[in-house]
């Protein structure tokens, strides 16, 4: 397995209490991804990282936020955490911007209460 | 915009039958395809990519699966399946064009194989 690591594994929070998933790697790659899996919908991008500093917005970014400040480490906070954002979050990691595959890590079950 | 649709949400199938799972996608540009396996409780796993070449690739576990241009579709195939086989599977494709390859998914097909 690609060395990925999402913390905490669980998490179950109240309405409105923000809350922050990291995602460390161990491989340098250079892309980070933050899916969302929810039944019926697959998985959907929620933002991404190109680099340090350099992250961008997926199709379900609304509530969420994203920071890298280093290489190895990508955080995807829920300012004010909705019922709506009860889900399995994804990392994901790439080595390039081209065909290389993701590799995923083992996610992190949120529920909001 | 590129768009993913897996035509069947649950496929039952008999164990040592054959199996197809549908997939067909919609883009503008050229795409990248490639197969996801899901086994509970984890992440996913790539089966097989088809970026260029040769339109039948070969993964692994003994899936293969056929790009058909005109058709716009991506179906993976196993001859014979195992009880192991028993997992959800996702149908991506990811643009050629654009600064970060962004992988939009398919909603899953889960494949249950019965004794």
Same mark, same amino acid.
């Not at chain 1, 060395?3 to 340098?28: D, Y």
């Not at chain 2, 692994?60 to 192991?84: D, W, Y």
């Given at each position: 397995?690609?060395?990925?690591?999402q913390?905490?594994?669980h998490k179950v929070?109240?309405?409105g209490t923000?809350?922050?998933?990291?995602? =460390?790697?161990?491989?340098? =790659?250079?892309?980070m991804y933050?899916y969302?899996?929810?039944?019926g919908?697959?998985?959907?991008l929620?933002?991404?990282?190109y680099?340090?500093?350099?992250?961008d917005? !997926?199709?379900?970014s609304?509530?969420?936020?994203?920071?890298?400040?280093k290489t190895?480490?990508?955080?995807?906070?829920l300012e004010?955490?909705?019922s709506?954002?009860?889900?399995?979050?994804?990392?994901?990691?790439?080595?390039? !911007?081209?065909g290389?595959?993701?590799?995923?890590?083992?996610?992190?079950?949120?529920?909001?209460? | 915009?590129?768009s993913?649709?897996?035509?069947?949400?649950?496929?039952?199938?008999?164990?040592?039958?054959?199996?197809?799972?549908?997939?067909?996608?919609?883009?503008?540009?050229? *795409?990248?395809? /490639?197969?996801?396996?899901q086994?509970?409780?984890?992440? $996913?796993q $790539? $089966?097989l990519?088809?970026? +260029? &070449? #040769?339109?039948?690739?070969? &993964?692994i576990? &003994?899936?293969e699966?056929? /790009?058909?241009? +005109?058709?716009?579709? /991506?179906?993976?195939?196993k001859?014979s399946?195992?009880i +192991?086989?028993?997992?959800?599977?996702?149908?991506? *494709? #990811?643009?050629? +064009?654009?600064?970060?390859?962004?992988? %939009?998914?398919?909603? &899953?097909?889960?494949? %249950?194989? $019965?004794?």
């Amino acid at each position: 397995d690609a060395g990925i690591t999402q913390s905490p594994r669980h998490k179950v929070t109240e309405t409105g209490t923000p809350v922050t998933l990291r995602c =460390h790697q161990t491989e340098n =790659h250079r892309y980070m991804y933050w899916y969302r899996q929810d039944p019926g919908h697959g998985l959907r991008l929620i933002h991404y990282s190109y680099g340090v500093k350099d992250t961008d917005k !997926g199709e379900v970014s609304d509530g969420y936020s994203v920071s890298r400040s280093k290489t190895e480490d990508f955080l995807l906070t829920l300012e004010s955490a909705t019922s709506s954002q009860t889900s399995v979050y994804f990392c994901a990691i790439s080595a390039t !911007g081209g065909g290389s595959p993701l590799h995923f890590g083992n996610g992190t079950r949120l529920t909001v209460t | 915009a590129q768009s993913v649709t897996q035509l069947d949400s649950q496929v039952p199938v008999f164990e040592e039958a054959p199996v197809e799972l549908r997939c067909n996608y919609s883009s503008s540009v050229s *795409v990248y395809l /490639f197969w996801y396996v899901q086994y509970p409780n984890q992440g $996913l796993q $790539l $089966l097989l990519k088809y970026l +260029s &070449g #040769s339109t039948l690739v070969k &993964g692994i576990n &003994g899936f293969e699966a056929e /790009f058909n241009k +005109s058709q716009t579709s /991506f179906h993976l195939r196993k001859p014979s399946v195992h009880i +192991s086989d028993t997992a959800e599977y996702f149908c991506a *494709v #990811s643009a050629l +064009s654009g600064s970060a390859r962004q992988l %939009t998914f398919g909603s &899953g097909t889960q494949l %249950t194989v $019965l004794p």
